[in-house]
């Protein structure tokens, strides 16, 4: 065994959820500018977009919401855990309820904006379980039912 050092460059939490989805829109855009002239006779111009969106910067928007959804199942799961008014951290996840609640605060916001987006619109969510909105109005169940801190 020898010392090492470990430099990750691509954390992504509560804090910081926001700024991940600009930098996609963002991606997305010069991409679509990138490729802008074959808009007309590409067909499913912005499906290519989302692939080429993806191998660029390794996540496209469907994936992005797959992670939503993935971290913000495990946050309503533990509200439903802790339980009104419980401070202590829960051995399953380390996460207090403040810090739950923090997070499924952020990934409502950030999912709001997600899905009027109209590019995301484009997505074929049909597959999704469950839908974008569905998921938005869990979220938004649990920060209504849960006491403020």
């Not at 020898?2 to 509560?14: C, F, K």
């Not at 991940?20 to 074959?38: D, G, I, K, P, T």
């Not at 910067?57 to 199942?73: D, M, P, R, T, W």
């Not at 946050?75 to 855990?81: F, W, Y």
């Amino acid at each position: 065994m020898e010392d090492t050092i470990s430099i990750n460059h691509n954390w992504v939490n509560g804090c910081n959820l926001a700024n991940m989805w600009h930098f996609l829109q963002q991606e997305l855009c010069a991409v679509q500018q990138e490729v802008s002239e074959w808009r007309d006779t590409m067909p499913d111009w912005h499906h290519h977009c989302q692939v080429i969106m993806k191998s660029c910067s390794g996540i496209n928007f469907e994936e992005f919401y797959q992670f939503l959804k993935v971290i913000a199942e495990r946050r309503l799961l533990l509200v439903k855990k802790i339980g009104p008014g419980e401070l202590q951290c829960s051995e399953d996840f380390g996460l207090g309820l403040q810090h739950t609640i923090f997070d499924i605060s952020r990934i409502a916001e950030v999912l709001a904006s997600v899905v009027v987006n109209p590019d995301f619109q484009r997505v074929d969510t049909s597959r999704f379980l469950p839908q974008p909105e569905d998921l938005l109005q869990q979220l938004q169940e649990a920060l209504a039912t849960t006491e403020p801190l």
